[in-house]
């Protein structure tokens, strides 16, 4: 029988939470991303020492620069000031040699490094590169497989290449949606769809948990195997998996309203919710066997927090919008009180807890996360806006 963390720390159930919490949780984000903004000269920032604030630089983004982007086009938007726009349009900019980089995590850096931009700021930079990286992520498409494979470059996986799939790029799917409806190309939107369709049966487990990565044969797109790259074990739920199962569903619902990507969204938001610690801020795996003498992961939890506002909206009944509502502010709440620092540093997300990387540490896309729930729980941005 499954280990579940659900009986550990204090339950939050209950606690006020008023806009003005959100609002100082905003401005002290915001000041952390001005000094990121400055101290950050070359490559992107991947993950940072918590005591220190020091940034680890990916030279040409990894997986994780376009969390960054995403940010600086956000506090544009947000605050109108010119200096965040000038640092989401360079660091656009610098995502322009990754469209041809042959990792499916194109998802990522493009969707929220350009796709935002489009978005929120019309920019027309921004829509330039995102259309880039969706044309270059389609034309690695397996047909047979009706999957997009990780690619030889998805850097931070152990398994990779051509049969190799993770839940982590079913959000990619989002970026072909857009271009399709940037473009009216309607291969974009084919490949979106069969893609997150194929990631049910190669993740989605019955239960409602998600399994990080499947092996399939190339040539017949027969699955062959489920395991995981960063979890404790293949039959664990690690919870990055879980988070990534949870916002690619929901995101896929979002562009492309197709029911069963909100049942699936759904029913993974769920098994979260029913599992998550009464103080509702995940460990790294929830079936780790030394919890609660375990790293967390807020990164996680701030993915998770981010899908529920969506599917507050989403959801096809009043109970389980207000269910998903209550649920993602008192997670955000949790997030705020307990890992957020003065200084607006997100710390203990868990980046790979097996190889000992970055295990208690601010990661990027925990920091975009919480950044994109503040706004909309501060009314500053629609929960399916971006
Ligand atoms: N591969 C994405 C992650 O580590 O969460």
Redesign the pocket.
């Known amino acids: 029988s499954r280990r579940t963390s659900r009986g550990w720390g204090p339950a939050v159930r209950g606690e006020p939470m008023s806009s003005d919490l959100w609002r100082d949780a905003l401005s002290r984000m915001l000041a952390r991303v001005d000094q990121t903004g400055r101290s950050v000269t070359q490559g992107f920032p991947h993950f940072a020492d918590p005591a220190t604030g020091a940034w680890t630089t990916s030279p040409a983004g990894d ?2 620069g376009g969390f960054w982007n995403a940010m600086c086009w956000l506090a544009a938007r947000s605050t109108g000031e010119t200096r965040y726009r000038e640092w989401a349009l360079r660091w656009t900019e610098r995502l322009r040699p990754r469209v041809h980089s042959d990792t499916v ?1 194109r998802g ?1 850096l493009f969707y929220y490094g350009a796709v935002t931009g489009a978005l929120l700021l019309n920019s027309a930079l921004a829509r330039e590169v995102a259309l880039a990286g969706a044309r270059g992520l389609a034309a690695s498409y397996n047909p047979r497989a009706e999957a997009l494979p990780l690619g030889s470059d ?1 850097e ?2 152990s398994d990779v290449g051509t049969g190799e799939a ?1 839940v ?1 790029t079913v959000q990619g799917g989002a970026l072909l949606l857009w271009a399709f409806r940037a473009t009216g190309d309607p291969m974009l939107r084919e490949i979106a769809v069969k893609h997150a369709l194929r990631h049910i049966e190669f993740c989605a487990r019955a239960d409602g948990s998600i399994c ?1 990565s499947a092996s399939f044969d190339p040539e017949t797109g027969k699955m062959l195997r489920r395991y995981t ?2 979890g404790i074990h293949d039959d664990s739920t690690w919870a ?2 879980q ?2 199962g949870i916002v690619g569903y929901t995101h896929m619902y979002q562009w492309e309203r197709e029911p069963r990507f909100l049942e699936v969204a759904c029913g993974a938001a769920d098994w979260w919710l029913a599992h998550a610690p009464r103080d509702r801020v995940a460990f790294w795996d929830f079936d780790d066997p030394a919890i609660p003498r375990t790293s967390r992961d807020t ?2 939890t701030a993915i998770v927090t981010a899908s529920l506002l969506k599917l507050a909206e989403l959801a096809p009944s009043e109970a389980k919008r207000r269910e998903y509502r209550q649920a993602a502010e008192e997670t955000a709440a949790a997030l705020v009180r307990d890992y957020l620092t003065p200084a607006g540093i997100l710390t203990h997300g868990c ?2 807890k097996k190889i000992g990387l970055a295990p208690q540490h601010e990661l990027i ?1 925990g920091s975009y996360y919480l950044f994109e729930s503040l706004h909309v729980l501060a009314g500053r941005l629609a929960p399916t806006e971006i």
Do not use: G, I, L, P
């Open positions: 997986w994780t995590f990522f998805a931070e996986a993770n982590d990080q790259h960063k990055r998996a988070a990534w990164s996680a980046y790979n896309w």
